[in-house]
Structures are given as C-alpha cells and as structure tokens.
C-alpha cells in the first residue's frame, strides 16, 4: 500500500515511524531543505542553535517512546530536572514527595506568595480536579484567576501567567481555560499516572539531533523516505486514492493510495482537496489566528551560565509578559542564552539590540561564572545576540476555539498536526501523539483520540 505523508515535522515524522515499523515503506514529502518544521536546528555563524527554544516535559510520553525507538536516546539527549521556579518574585520547587502532594507542598513552601493565595491555589487546583480537569469552553484563563481570587497575586503573576504562556502562547485574556485546565492535569495533576510528568527536559542537542535528523535516518533504513525540498502544490482525487502535485519546473505527480496532511494549519487549508468532505475543516481554519515566539540569544562568554538551567525574568517592555531563559550550555553553546518571549506584545517593536540589552539587564542577577554561587560583580559584555521571530509559531488557544471533529475527512486521507490534537495547546507531544493517530486511521486500527 502506498502512503504519502505531507509535512516533516514532529508529527509527520511519527506518522511515518508507525507506518514503517508497521512494515509499510511511507514517503513523507517536505517543502523544506530539512525535516524539523517548527522544531529543528538551525546554523547561526558556525553554532548549532535551534529556530525557537522548546521546552519538553515528562508528560510527553509519547515523544519519548519514539525517540527511544528511533536510537535518539532520551537519558543523553534531554536533561531532566525537577519542575522549580527562579523568577525575581517566587522561587517554588517541588520537594520529594510522593504525587500529589509535592505539588501542594511545593505551592505551600513557596518564597515570595503570601499564605492567603497559596491556600486559594490549592483550592484552586482541588476544584479543578473536582470537575475533571475541565472548564467551560467560553472561560479565559484570566475569568479563572478573577473566579479563583488569584488575579492579580504573585502566583497568577510568576506561576499561572508564565505557565499557560509557555504552553497556550495565547495571552491569557484570551487563552482557553479548558485547554490551559487540560495542561495542568497532564502535568501537575498526573500524579502517579506518569511519574515525572513535571519534570522539565531541556535538549542537550540542536532540535534536529534530538528527534528529525534520527527519525528521517530511520524511516529510510526502513525502506521509507524523507524527501526534502519537495512543496505539494495540490491533492486531488484519483481513481484509485489521491494525486499529489508537486511544486516546481518538472510538474512532478505521485500517486498514493493514503495521505496524511501533517502541516501547520496556516497551510493545511490551501492544501486540502476540493471536495465537500473537507469544507467543514477549511470553514474551522478560516477562524483560526496565530501567536509569534521570539528566541533571542545572547552571546557571553564561555565561562558564564545561569544559576539554574532556566530562569523567568521580567519581560523587555514594561507590560511584557515574563520571559524564559535557558542556558544552552549543556546543549553544547557554552556561554550563550536562549530568552523565550511567547504571544504578541510590546515587545515586537524593539529594535534587536536594545531587545538583547534590555533582557541581558534582567538577567543579570541570575549569571555567574563557572563554579562559582555569587552573581557576577560586573555586567559581562555581550559578544553577541541574534532574535529569531517566529511570526505565526503557533495556533492561538483562545477559548472557544474549534478543532477537527474527525481526522480521516475521505477514504485514505487523514489529517495529522499539533492543531488536530484536541484539547491539547500547540506542542511536540500534540504533534507527536496526532501523527501516531494518523498512522493509526492509515493502518486500520484503534487509537485513542485527544
Ligand atoms: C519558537 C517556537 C517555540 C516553541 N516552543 C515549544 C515548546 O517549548 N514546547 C513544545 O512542546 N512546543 C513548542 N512549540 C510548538 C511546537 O514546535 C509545534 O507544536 C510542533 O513543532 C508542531 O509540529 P507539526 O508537525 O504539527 O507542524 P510543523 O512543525 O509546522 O510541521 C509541518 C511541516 O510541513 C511542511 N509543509 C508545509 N507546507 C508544505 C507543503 N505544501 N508541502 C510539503 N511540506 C509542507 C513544513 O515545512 C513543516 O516542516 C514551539 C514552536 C515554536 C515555533
């Protein structure tokens, strides 16, 4: 049986991976010169960077199993460390406790909150767990912070704020309470369902080193294929499955008895087919809107990191949302930080090198030099900075927001991608866990859905 899978980023890849262990030969078609999608390695003078920090954490069950499969192994190309807070108002780290009570223990032992929200956010969370993690499909994150008395507090501030930015992208006027609810019970909430599920994993690696390049190698050892540099220009009909077009002066045609489309949603659209079958999922894309990430690093000397592995720092601009830093020693850039800011804000009008300096200036009081605990007496120069925007990152996870009500719209063609992994927010583990369901609708079998 033929199989096309169009698209080569995380979820296009774990498609193809199922497909080939299932002995099938699938060949995934990419319009890039690299597999990786929103998640890849980049070449920035001579460093291996990545095109947008990410952040991966023990919850992504999936991805993990994969990169075990694909030889990427987890234990050396991911780092793990016990969930914690460095931010300039609240440190918080959970102590180790049986699930669930080192999240609220960790909530209670907290620096920085007062006692008053810190039991208004156990019983925050106790109420979220009482209604199953869920929440009204119209409530914003922010309505659940006015409803819980938390607003305005330091947890909404260093906590939830940074929390459901990092995982919604979506401001959280905005962003969809039961998305950001659904979040918190695979993370805080999974207890003894996934140990770890908190834990954050920072790559030790670029992006591609730690799941593309090895999914591509294997696919093809599997008799598949990773083509790149091949755009689907469009998917009709054909007499026996689907034709694809592709792009480019030779007006190349493959034929395939399945298709899964696997890219992002501000391209599925143009490629679905012209068929009534796929109106329903074109009239949903028509409503979607999507959030920029910016990564900006800073270039300093090889002997100077942070304090911790990550660390939340007030945003460049004044009514910035707080920003991550990672120290990307371990993944090999010695000296250099990744600062994440996620969703739109004010942020976007800074010049880039006041943008490096302001963040530089917030992060100051985290550096230190090699071996050393005491911050650094000095400002250290900064040899040099490089922003990378992402301008449509992600969906936005608004409340209210729709997603595809099936995945298989026609006989052999599946749609695959981190936006058809409903109820989760635009993440690798959604992409991951959307492609293996693909695969599974290709195949003929069984897999849970959302
Ligand atoms: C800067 C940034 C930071 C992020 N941080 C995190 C994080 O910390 N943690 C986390 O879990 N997630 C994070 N995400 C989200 C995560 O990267 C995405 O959810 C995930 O990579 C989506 O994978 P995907 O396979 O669904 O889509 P994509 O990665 O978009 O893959 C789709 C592929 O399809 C290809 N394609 C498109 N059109 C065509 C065509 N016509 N023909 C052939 N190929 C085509 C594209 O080139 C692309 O390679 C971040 C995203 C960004 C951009």
């Not at 995380?10 to 995934?28: E, N, T, Y």
């Not at 007006?251 to 008895?257: G, H, K, L, V, Y």
Request: charged share 15%.
């Amino acid at each position: 049986m033929s199989v096309a899978v169009i698209g080569a980023g995380w979820a296009g890849l774990a498609c193809a991976i199922d497909l080939a262990a299932a002995g099938l030969r699938p060949l995934v078609l990419e319009a890039a010169r690299q597999p990786g999608g929103r998640a890849r390695g980049v070449a920035v003078d001579g460093q291996r960077l990545d095109n947008g920090q990410h952040l991966l954490i023990g919850a992504y069950t999936d991805t993990l199993a994969l990169m075990r499969q694909v030889g990427a192994d987890p234990d050396a190309l991911l780092t793990r460390h016990r969930l914690f807070v460095a931010s300039p108002e609240l440190r918080l780290a959970l102590p180790p406790l049986p699930p669930p009570l080192d999240v609220a223990a960790g909530l209670l032992l907290a620096r920085g909150a007062g006692w008053g929200e810190k039991f208004r956010a156990v019983r925050a969370m106790k109420a979220l767990e009482a209604a199953g993690w869920s929440a009204p499909p119209e409530q914003t994150v922010a309505d659940w912070l006015a409803a819980t008395g938390l607003a305005g507090g330091v947890l909404a501030r260093r906590l939830y704020a940074p929390l459901c930015l990092a995982a919604l992208n979506t401001p959280l006027e905005a962003a969809s309470m039961a998305v950001f609810a659904r979040v918190l019970w695979d993370s805080l909430g999974a207890g003894a369902r996934v140990p770890g599920a908190t834990d954050y994993l920072v790559a030790a690696a670029d992006l591609s080193a730690v799941f593309p390049d090895p999914a591509a190698t294997w696919i093809a050892a599997r008799g598949g294929a990773v083509r790149t540099s091949a755009r689907v220009k469009s998917l009709v009909p054909a007499v026996a499955g689907w034709s694809i077009e592709l792009d480019g002066a030779a007006q190349e045609t493959i034929e395939a008895r399945q298709v899964v489309l696997a890219v992002a949603p501000q391209h599925a659209a143009a490629l679905l087919p012209d068929i009534p079958a796929a109106q329903a999922t074109r009239d949903l894309l028509a409503g979607y809107r999507y959030e920029p990430i910016a990564t900006v690093y800073l270039g300093l000397s090889p002997g100077i990191g942070l304090a911790r592995p990550i660390v939340q720092i007030d945003g460049p601009a004044p009514d910035d949302s707080p920003a991550w830093v990672f120290d990307r020693g371990a993944a090999g850039n010695p000296g250099v930080l990744a600062c994440v800011i996620s969703a739109r804000g004010p942020w976007q009008a800074l010049p880039e090198a006041e943008l490096a300096r302001r963040l530089l200036a917030h992060v100051r009081p985290y550096l230190r030099a090699a071996g050393q605990k005491a911050p650094l007496r000095d400002a250290p120069p900064l040899a040099w900075h490089k922003r990378i925007v992402e301008a449509r990152a992600t969906f936005a996870a608004s409340a209210g927001l729709g997603r595809p009500a099936a995945i298989t719209l026609a006989p052999g063609l599946h749609l695959a991608g981190d936006w058809t992994w409903a109820p989760w927010p635009a993440t690798l583990e959604g992409a991951v866990r959307s492609g293996r369901r693909a695969a599974a609708a290709v195949l003929g079998t069984a897999r849970e859905n959302g």
